[in-house]
C-alpha cells in the first residue's frame, strides 16, 4: 500500500488526532509541531507561543481509501476554520487553523476545500495555507493521547466527543468500524 501524508493544524493536537484515527484509510496520526522558528521546541515552549509554531497532526493515509480533499472536508467540519489565532478556549497563534500542504496538488486541493467549504460558515474561513516546513514530533506523552490520559481530561472530555459525534454523523462513511462512541 502507498501512503501519503496531510498535514494539519486545527487548535489543540489532541483534538484533532482524536478525530483522524477513527478515519478510514487513516493509517498513522502524530502529534507535533509545524510552523515556527526554534529547533526541537517543547510543548512548553510551543503554549507559549512565543517560538511560532502550531499544534499541529500528521496524518499517514492510504489515497485508495481517503481521498485528500475527504481529510481536508473532515478537518473543515471538526473544527472552526473562522476563528482567528484560536479555537474555543484555546488562545494564541499555536492554535491557530492551518493546512501545511506537501506538495502543490495539496496546495492547490487546499484553497479548493477552503472556496467548497466556505459555505458552511457564516463567518469567512481564515485557515492560512502554509509552508510545511519542518515537523517536530511532539513529545511521547502527547501521542495517541484521547485513548488514553485524555479520556480522564476534563478538557478532553467537553471538547472531543462532540468532535467525534460530527464525524460521525457528518461522515458516517468514513468512520472505521471499531471507532469508539
Given at each position: ?48 507561543g ?12 492510504d ?20 476563528q ?60 495517541e493521547?484521547?485513548?488514553?490520559e ?12 462532540p ?19
Open positions: 500500500m502507498a501512503s501519503e501524508t496531510a498535514v494539519l493544524a486545527g487548535g489543540c493536537f489532541w483534538c484533532t488526532e482524536a478525530v483522524f484515527n477513527d478515519v478510514i484509510g487513516v493509517t498513522k496520526v502524530e502529534s507535533g509541531y509545524i510552523g515556527g522558528s526554534k529547533d526541537h521546541p517543547t510543548y512548553k515552549e510551543v503554549c507559549s512565543e517560538t511560532g509554531h502550531a499544534e499541529a497532526i500528521r496524518i499517514t493515509y489515497p485508495e481509501a481517503v481521498r485528500y480533499a475527504d481529510l481536508l472536508d473532515i478537518f473543515f467540519a471538526t473544527h472552526d476554520p473562522t482567528l489565532n484560536r479555537q474555543g478556549n484555546d488562545v494564541g497563534t499555536q492554535y491557530r487553523s492551518a493546512i501545511f500542504p506537501q506538495d502543490q496538488m495539496q496546495h492547490h486541493a487546499a484553497l479548493e476545500a477552503i472556496e467548497r467549504n466556505q459555505a458552511n460558515w457564516p463567518a469567512p474561513i481564515v485557515t492560512s495555507i502554509e509552508l510545511a516546513d519542518q515537523w517536530w514530533p511532539a513529545e511521547d506523552y502527547h501521542q493521547y484521547w485513548e488514553g485524555g479520556q480522564r481530561n476534563p478538557y478532553c472530555l467537553a471538547v472531543i466527543p468532535k467525534l459525534q460530527k464525524l460521525r454523523k457528518s461522515f458516517a462513511n468514513r468512520v472505521k468500524e471499531t471507532a469508539g462512541a
